[in-house]
């Protein structure tokens, strides 16, 4: 048994960060950091586990700390985690092991609980109905209180995940079905949830309520497809068919062949769709709730030029999600479009760590500004987002230091003034720069631009031509669509609660 002082040292706040932040110091601490992505088949005949991992490479922006693979054959479920990439999580072995007609992944970005192998997804569970695997994308807001009545109910919970809570709520609750079992506990989660499960014979995906997350089914040949976005689906070869919607559980059973059946596991309640889905985090190339997101971000890109209309000689886009944006406000505008910003694409997630000198680097490892297109021009500059401001400035700096005689900022989305507590680990709120700081004149001469505009809520809300009332714009506005519990702004408060509890059952011994 562990003594008081070890877990007393454990519980260091500075410690558990590191710990588990290993993996993320080449990440753009600027941008909201990503959901995760899920993706399931149900395919007779097919290979579904490569057919699992090409839909997993597509939705890889999504999450890269870890990624799995479970499938079934009918009778058994086999299941692979590991750390890392999709293409560092699996090799062709793995693959030929993953044997069955049936199969969900998920590619991983911690939001609740650190980057740690028996936090990677699937989880694979037995129920009183038998196995079943589950992979999650969104945040509970109500996790603390699941948690605890959880515990004092009796069951052991392995990791510091709200997905294992729901996935241990699944396989305690009555039902004679899975899809009952989900009736039974959708209705006392609270938060965003897109779920895929895998039951020996069966394949499910569900969509909570709100549809904060997006989940798309679509078909490839004759077979069911479910994943976080349509990009996946083409990736392998299929075609898009609807959303999943709010509130709904889609069951694919038999042989696949126009075997899906819908049910209402919770009732559709207020629309809270992820604005940043639009923004930045869906590939440019999904649709959701029936757009384009290139198009999309092209008309935000003109909404921003509509009201940011500064005189300047170039557009450039911070590469790669602003980049249809920056077209966008360059064509509204009439004025040249340009790549002033050369992105590295090959440096990614490492497990190398950085040396100090490296890390000084900064964006120079990721970002080389283009002098022959800058040099003494008047730039306007679109980013999608600032959340912390660390990333803008030596940007802003590269530009200078390229010649640019302006450099004018346009975001094309509101500021970030609150945290986001549905499956977005964007910053704690006195870590926000637009939080900290009174205006966008204060902001401007934070980060070293001439001058800076914000997207107005409108403007984004124009551009993304659906219903003001579709989405959750928590994050800009601090008025959420469902209580949360701000405990959770911490993404490893279950490890801090964890290890309080080690230190009392330590002290009892």
Not at 27 to 47: K, L, M, S
Not at 72 to 99: C, I, P, Y
Not at 192 to 215: F, K, Q
């Amino acid at each position: 048994m562990r003594d008081s002082a070890d877990a007393t040292d454990s519980l260091d706040a500075a410690s558990l960060e590191k710990e588990a932040d290993f993996l993320r110091w080449d990440d753009e601490p600027d941008r909201p950091r990503e959901a995760c992505g899920v993706f399931g088949i149900y395919a007779p005949g097919e290979d579904v586990a490569r057919v699992t991992y090409f839909g997993l490479y597509a939705l890889q922006h999504r999450g890269q700390e870890s990624a799995g693979i479970a499938t079934s054959d009918g009778v058994h479920l086999a299941l692979r985690r590991q750390m890392g990439l999709v293409a560092q999580a699996f090799t062709e072995d793995d693959l030929a092991n993953l044997r069955g007609y049936i199969a969900i992944g998920h590619t991983r970005y911690s939001t609740t609980g650190s980057s740690r192998i028996e936090n990677a997804q699937p989880f694979l569970l037995d129920s009183s109905l038998g196995a079943f695997a589950l992979g999650h994308n969104g945040n509970l807001t109500n996790t603390l209180t699941l948690r605890d009545r959880l515990l004092r109910e009796g069951e052991t919970l392995a990791t510091t995940s709200d997905s294992e809570i729901i996935a241990r709520m699944i396989a305690i609750s009555p039902g004679a079905t899975f899809a009952e079992k989900l009736q039974h506990v959708m209705p006392q989660l609270q938060g965003a949830y897109s779920l895929v499960l895998l039951t020996p014979t069966e394949l499910i995906g569900v969509r909570d309520p709100h549809g904060v997350r997006p989940l798309t089914i679509g078909r490839v040949q004759e077979h069911w497809v479910i994943a976080s976005e349509s990009c996946a689906i083409e990736t392998v070869g299929g075609e898009a068919v609807r959303d999943v919607a709010p509130g709904e559980v889609v069951v694919v059973r038999g042989d696949g062949h126009g075997g899906l059946t819908s049910y209402v596991g919770n009732a559709e309640t207020l629309p809270a769709a992820c604005l940043f889905e639009y923004i930045y985090f869906a590939r440019p190339d999904s649709s959701i709730g029936g757009r384009s997101l290139y198009l999309a971000r092209q008309r935000m890109g003109a909404q921003l030029a509509a009201e940011f209309p500064v005189d300047a000689d170039v557009v450039i886009g911070v590469p790669d999600s602003a980049t249809p944006a920056a077209a966008g406000y360059a064509a509204a505008r009439g004025l040249p479009y340009a790549d002033g910003l050369i992105k590295n694409r090959y440096i990614g997630r490492t497990f190398i760590q950085p040396d100090q000198r490296l890390r000084q680097l900064g964006v120079k490892m990721k970002f080389n500004a283009l002098g022959a297109v800058l040099n003494g021009k008047r730039v306007v500059m679109v980013d999608d987002s600032i959340v912390r401001g660390t990333t803008i400035r030596p940007l802003v700096k590269l530009l200078r230091d390229a010649g640019a005689s302006e450099v004018h900022l346009g975001i094309t989305s509101p500021p970030f003034r609150w945290p986001c507590y549905l499956g977005l680990d964007v910053a704690r709120r006195h870590e926000l720069i637009a939080a900290r700081l009174p205006n966008a004149e204060a902001i401007a001469r934070e980060v070293g631009v001439d001058s800076l505009h914000y997207l107005t809520l409108d403007g984004l809300i124009a551009a993304i031509d659906l219903p003001r009332e579709t989405f959750c714009s928590g994050c800009f506005t601090g008025v959420y669509p469902m209580p949360v519990q701000m405990e959770l702004a911490d993404r490893l408060m279950l490890e801090q609660e964890q290890k309080l509890e080690q230190v009392a059952s330590a002290s009892i011994s």
